[in-house]
């Protein structure tokens, strides 16, 4: 069956403008949650979202959002990036808590 | 705060040789955990998770043992293979909080 799916893989956007992310979860998965990973920070948690609803942020700036679609699919947005938003994006999707999450090949985002 | 933690950043194995690399996590609350493979350019790949009513899990190769009294998590790979090169991540999942809590990574070498 098909992995967890995000696009696009890379991207370099210009500081002050805005990108939005895609993931696509494996067929019958609910929840996704969002991850961000830096060298200096490692992988930190975004937001988790299930059945369209979030049901945790981690510690990020307003400027990140996100949604999920009654497919499941989900988007995430960052407005007005900073140069140290650059970072590796990674999307993962479970079919419920304690049964594993799949990680998607990522997201690279590089803003100059 | 809650945190996962590893002992070393970097481990170097001889080819065939069993390798371990450690995880500590300080969140009592934690009862799910997961190890995953890292390679370059590539999303966090799931290896083998364990609960906290466990304290041992066997997969192909590799074996996770967790100790809840010093709050400590292991990874063992046996015969370790040039394939296993990678960045290993030890992961945590608390009950209710839907995300999870990465340790920093071992980068694990392989010796020919």
């Known amino acids: 069956k098909a992995g967890v799916t995000q696009t696009p893989r890379y991207l370099i956007k210009t500081r002050g403008q805005q990108v939005t992310l895609s993931c696509s979860p494996i067929?019958?998965?609910?929840?996704v949650s969002w991850y961000q990973q830096t060298p200096g920070q490692g992988l930190q948690f975004l937001f988790e979202?299930?059945?369209?609803?979030?049901?945790n942020k981690g510690n990020f700036p307003g400027r990140f959002s996100g949604r999920q679609f009654s497919n499941s699919r989900s988007e995430m947005n960052v407005s007005t990036l900073e140069l140290g938003d650059s970072a590796l994006y990674l999307c993962?999707?479970?079919?419920?808590?304690?049964?594993?999450?799949?990680f998607g090949s990522g997201t690279r985002l590089t803003v100059v | 705060g809650e945190s996962v933690g590893l002992h070393l950043p970097t481990l170097s194995v001889q080819e065939g040789d069993n390798s371990i690399i450690n995880c500590a996590y300080s969140?009592?609350?934690?009862?799910?955990f997961i190890w995953y493979k890292q390679e370059s350019g590539k999303g966090p790949q799931f290896i083998i998770d364990?609960?906290?009513?466990?304290d041992k899990r066997q997969g192909q190769r590799v074996t996770v043992l967790l100790n809840k009294t010093v709050k400590h998590l292991s990874l063992q790979i046996a015969a370790t293979q040039p394939g296993d090169s990678a960045v290993y991540f030890c992961?945590?999942?608390?009950?209710?909080?839907?995300?999870?809590?990465f340790g920093q990574g071992t980068r694990l070498t392989i010796n020919p």
């Open positions: 993962a999707s479970s079919l419920a808590p304690y049964y594993g999450y799949t």
């Open positions: 969140n009592s609350a934690s009862d799910y």
């Open positions: 364990i609960r906290s009513n466990m």
């Open positions: 979202y299930f059945s369209e609803t979030q049901r």
């Open positions: 067929s019958g998965h609910r929840s």
């Open positions: 992961a945590d999942l608390a009950q209710g909080a839907q995300k999870l809590v």
